[in-house]
């Protein structure tokens, strides 16, 4: 299929489950089975058998694992009935033997295509983590079971829900900045977040694509809906700098005890005699193959441009984006975590908020938040009030609600109208992901590589 052009015709559209309930009812829950039993897959099987039980009723687990799939199905008994277990070798069997309404994949991201392409041909609408495949090959097999199965496909594409990123969206969306000409985006990964990625299967490039498919799909995609543009042309310089072989020794700080954390343990730690698969890798070891540096350059359809930068070894983590237009600029800066400290990612921090006692931050100097400012030419600066600064905790709650109870009206419980068009659907997975495909590209040769030359038509 390499020499075949799709086009992506097929916009955001509704959430997953659009179709008419079984019995008619607009409560009715819809059937779910999950493929992919690793960490991320909790948020969904917590949010079925809880705040959304009333929705969703999960049937089937799917993976490699026979510890993982225990895990989740321990955790869905106790908030129901226990689902259906099936080895990742008998997906196509689970499909027919449950018939799920939806399915969502959280399995890694190498076999995103083959696990969105089954459960469309089987008559089910998916739910995929993000990125939505790491390769061109995988963009044709998606794009071509969408379009021959009629069902819907939707994108985790959580940090769209983040209050932060909807207030960017919508100072743009009304003319605030007039035409965009430009945007210059930086996201910086803390060394406790960033080292993780070479300790797990993100390391290798041919299972994640590297962090410019798997981490930065997420800021392409934003940079995407901000603009309401098309990415067209690529330019990526950048490699392996801090972590790896090469490097040395990180140290005692980047040992990681799977053992100190108990969901982690049961995941991984305790399980890995099942499959061989290490959660706790050297991400100094030998076996690295994905940059942690990058930088890259974007043309867009409208003639704007993106320059953008990707660091995973940063002491603090945030992000920073400045959209300039025809009328003026919006600068958005959210620091996310002000610095960090040995140990698990995210579970041993001092994030800059207040003390106990109520006394000042820790980080003075860089305190945790979101700050949005818009200035047109000629007039004074102006902030814009956020609701809040929190990426994936507010943004997987929000896209969950809409997820899940997306075939529901608003007048029983289902979504409002949204005009920021939050929900991503395949078209925008795959606009997210050509940025680093052909990023990939541009690093193996050294050219420029027009989006074009994968042979999608985004």
């Not at 706790?280 to 043309?299: C, K, R, Y």
Request: charged share 20%; glycine share 10%; with cysteine.
């Amino acid at each position: 299929m390499t020499s075949a052009t799709f086009a992506a015709t097929a916009g955001p559209g509704p959430a997953a489950g659009t179709a008419a309930p079984p019995d008619g009812s607009p409560t009715a829950r819809r059937r779910y089975a999950v493929i992919g039993t690793g960490h991320r897959a909790r948020l969904y099987v917590d949010a079925m058998t809880d705040a959304h039980a009333d929705v969703a009723e999960l049937v089937a687990l799917c993976d490699t694992n026979p510890h993982r799939l225990a895990f989740h199905t321990d955790r869905a008994r106790a908030g129901g009935a226990a689902p259906a277990r099936y080895a990742a070798q008998d997906v196509d069997r689970m499909l027919d033997d449950v018939r799920p309404d939806v399915v969502v994949v959280t399995s890694p991201d190498r076999t995103h295509a083959a696990h969105v392409a089954a459960a469309l041909h089987h008559g089910a609408d998916v739910v995929v983590e993000k990125p939505l495949t790491i390769d061109a090959e995988g963009m044709y097999t998606i794009l071509d079971a969408a379009r021959s199965s009629g069902r819907e496909v939707t994108v985790a594409h959580n940090y769209r829900y983040a209050p932060q990123n909807a207030a960017l969206r919508q100072v743009v969306a009304e003319g605030r900045v007039g035409d965009v000409v430009s945007v210059h985006f930086e996201w910086l990964v803390d060394t406790a977040h960033g080292a993780d990625y070479f300790r797990r299967w993100h390391r290798d490039k041919s299972a994640s694509g590297g962090l410019l498919v798997h981490k930065a799909s997420h800021h392409f995609d934003l940079v995407n809906w901000w603009t309401q543009d098309v990415p067209e042309s690529v330019y990526v310089r950048g490699g392996l700098r801090f972590y790896g072989e090469a490097a040395g020794d990180g140290g005692s700080r980047y040992a990681l005890d799977l053992t100190s954390d108990p969901e982690l343990r049961a995941l991984y730690h305790d399980a890995a005699h099942a499959d061989g698969y290490r959660r706790d890798q050297d991400p100094f070891g030998p076996g690295a193959t994905i940059e942690d540096t990058l930088s890259v350059l974007v043309g867009y359809r409208s003639g704007a441009s993106m320059t953008y930068a990707l660091t995973a070894h940063s002491p603090w983590e945030g992000y920073r984006v400045a959209i300039n237009g025809t009328r003026g600029r919006a600068e958005l800066d959210v620091v996310e975590r002000c610095h960090t400290t040995p140990g698990l990612p995210g579970t041993r921090h001092d994030d800059g908020a207040p003390a106990d006692d109520g006394t000042s931050p820790c980080c003075t100097a860089r305190r945790a938040g979101g700050r949005l400012v818009v200035q047109q030419h000629w007039g004074r600066a102006v902030e814009v009030p956020l609701a809040g600064a929190e990426g994936h905790v507010e943004g997987d709650e929000a896209m969950l609600r809409d997820v899940l109870r997306g075939h529901l009206p608003s007048s029983a419980g289902g979504p409002a109208d949204d005009p920021l068009e939050r929900r991503a659907g395949v078209r925008d997975g795959l606009r997210s992901v050509a940025v680093g495909v052909a990023g990939n590209r541009s690093l193996a040769t050294g050219q420029v590589v027009p989006v074009a030359s994968l042979g999608i038509s985004l």
